[in-house]
């Protein structure tokens, strides 16, 4: 597990977002690298009847989506309905760290991508995963600074 402050210090280290950071729990599990593949997929049939339609469904609507998903499968984790992968943290109590973040990407310009923590060789990781992608890996380098994180 994980705390709301270390989860805070993690994206003020790796994005230098002053304050632009609303984190909704106190305790997180962390996802297993691999669940945001296999998250991406499921993401892919949830959403596939939908197609990006300009201020109906963009990017927003695609990160929502997936955030969505992972706060779902979370829940029927705890639940002990469903096993989706999650790291050896307890999950109980908890909420899931994956979230949402505004990114000004370099080409793009103004963008919204999913995030999450991962704990990887002891060391916390801060991942971005493009949600129009079922969740791909989303590179940091592409983002030329950091609007908001949302979890």
Request: aromatic share 8%; proline share 4%.
């Amino acid at each position: 597990m994980i705390t709301a402050s270390d989860i805070r210090a993690l994206i003020q280290e790796e994005t230098s977002l002053p304050g632009q950071i609303l984190i909704t729990n106190q305790l997180y599990s962390l996802p297993a690298a691999a669940y945001m593949a296999n998250m991406g997929k499921r993401l892919g049939r949830f959403i596939s009847a939908l197609r990006y339609t300009e201020n109906a469904w963009e990017c927003d609507s695609y990160a929502m989506a997936g955030a969505l998903c992972a706060r779902i499968d979370h829940a029927l984790t705890c639940s002990k309905l469903q096993t989706v992968g999650l790291q050896s943290d307890p999950p109980e109590r908890t909420a899931i760290a994956v979230g949402i973040m505004g990114i000004m990407d370099k080409e793009k310009g103004s963008h919204v991508v999913n995030f999450a923590v991962h704990r990887i060789n002891g060391k916390l990781n801060l991942c971005l995963y493009e949600p129009q992608k079922q969740l791909e890996p989303y590179s940091s380098a592409s983002v030329e600074y950091y609007l908001f994180a949302y979890l």
